[in-house]
């Protein structure tokens, strides 16, 4: 179900409607209220301040979801490869059991 969901950032308010759970809503606006507070600086209350602030805010959101993709590929890639292996050591495990057993 819906819900509204309002919470102000650099003194302006914002408001959204979002079905997600409460706590994944607390998760994400406490990140973006501390990267929006780590890129601005005293007094940046203004128009292109703000726009500023929101511009760095997203590049290290992106930045960070880029780093994550490029490790889940990798992690991915370690998994794959892992799996083959595993797989390959029990077909000659497997294949050995049964030259030795005569089944």
Request: net charge negative.
């Amino acid at each position: 179900m819906e819900r509204l969901v309002r919470f102000e950032l650099i003194g302006i308010e914002f408001a959204f409607y979002t079905g997600a759970p409460e706590e994944e809503v607390e998760e994400i606006i406490a990140l973006v209220t501390d990267l929006v507070e780590e890129n601005s600086s005293p007094g940046s209350k203004g128009s292109v301040a703000v726009g500023k602030v929101a511009v760095l805010a997203s590049l290290n959101v992106a930045s960070k979801y880029v780093e994550l993709k490029r490790d889940f590929k990798a992690y991915k890639q370690e998994t794959e490869e892992r799996l083959s292996s595993l797989g390959k050591q029990i077909g000659e495990e497997l294949a050995e059991e049964k030259r030795t057993t005569g089944r």
